[in-house]
Structure formats: C-alpha cells, structure tokens
C-alpha cells in the first residue's frame, strides 16, 4: 500500500470507528438527551470538518485529479460515483444540522443511519475498488507526493493541530459511550 492510499484507509479506519461509536448511541438503554444531542452536534461538526472537508477534500483535490491524469474515467467511472456520493453525504450532513437547529433527536437519528450505512458502502468501494486500483497506477514515489499535498491540504484547509483535536474527540466519544 502507497503512503498516500495508506492515509486514506487510516482515515476510513477513523470514520468507521466513530460509526461504531454512533450505534453504542443509537442502541443505548441509558437515554440522555441532553448528553446524545451534545454528541450529536460535535458528530455533525466531526463529519463537517474531518470526513468531508478534511478528508473528501483530499480525494477530490487530488487523488481523484491524480488518477483522472492516468486515464480513469470520471464521468461514468468510479471516481464519478464517488463524487455523487460525496454530495449525498453533505445533503445528508446538512440535514442532521438542521435537525439538531430544532433540537429534534429523533430524526437526527435517522439521518445519521442513513449518512452512516452511505459511508460504510462508500468506504468500501473506495477500499476495495478506487484505492486498489490507485495503488496498482500510482508508483511509490508519487504516492509520497500526493501524502505531502494531503498534509499540506489539512494545514490548510482544516488547520494546525485540527486533525489531532478531532482524533482526541474520539477517544472522548468512546468514553462517553464505551465503545
């Protein structure tokens, strides 16, 4: 695995966590709403900033241009059903925020079920489609490229230290609903 497919799957590695995280919520017999809209609301700031912005970011900024280069089809391709996918996601975040604006737990809970069981199908595909394919066309060598443009990317986008924080807030997460 290429270093810069090896960030993304790490990466992938976290959100499926924080889904795992989300189910302990979605399934606990303790019910707090006040603790479960908290959480809520940092998740929804989570995906915002880590899973799309961070994260998609990078993907659509620079793998997908990076194997567009080398000849994989956007439209009609995979990278092209990624993208849409992509937009279903931020349709989906924009929703669980404007359930949280009305402090409405309920249909948080199933647009966070629906945002989740899109990103698990979604990861897979990119796992086992989008990011074999990139480690068989994409050297070694440009792997270590495309990893210094991500890093640059979070400093940039998402900001110093941001990515650590975010990481931090899971383990707080896990505690929160042992997980």
């Not at 995280?21 to 399934?27: A, G, R, S």
């Not at 650590?164 to 807030?169: D, P, T």
């Amino acid at each position: 695995m290429g270093k810069a497919i090896q960030d993304l799957l790490n990466e992938h590695e976290a959100i499926l966590h924080v889904f795992t995280i989300l189910d302990k919520m979605l399934t606990s017999s303790n019910v707090d709403e006040e603790r479960d809209l908290n959480f809520a609301d940092e998740l929804v700031h989570f995906l915002r900033i880590f899973a799309d912005e961070c994260h998609h970011g990078k993907e659509e900024g620079i793998l997908f241009k990076e194997l567009e280069n080398r000849g994989v089809p956007n439209k009609g391709g995979p990278i092209g059903v990624m993208l849409q996918e992509h937009v279903q996601g931020r349709q989906l975040i924009a929703l669980m925020s404007e359930d949280l604006l009305s402090a409405d737990l309920e249909a948080f809970k199933l647009h966070a079920i629906e945002y989740r069981d899109l990103l698990r199908q979604h990861i897979q595909k990119e796992n086992e489609i989008l990011f074999t394919l990139a480690d068989q066309i994409i050297s070694d060598e440009k792997q270590v490229e495309l990893f210094e443009q991500f890093e640059a990317h979070e400093e940039t986008v998402i900001g110093h230290g941001v990515h650590e924080q975010l990481h931090a807030q899971i383990h707080a997460w896990e505690i929160l609903y042992q997980a």
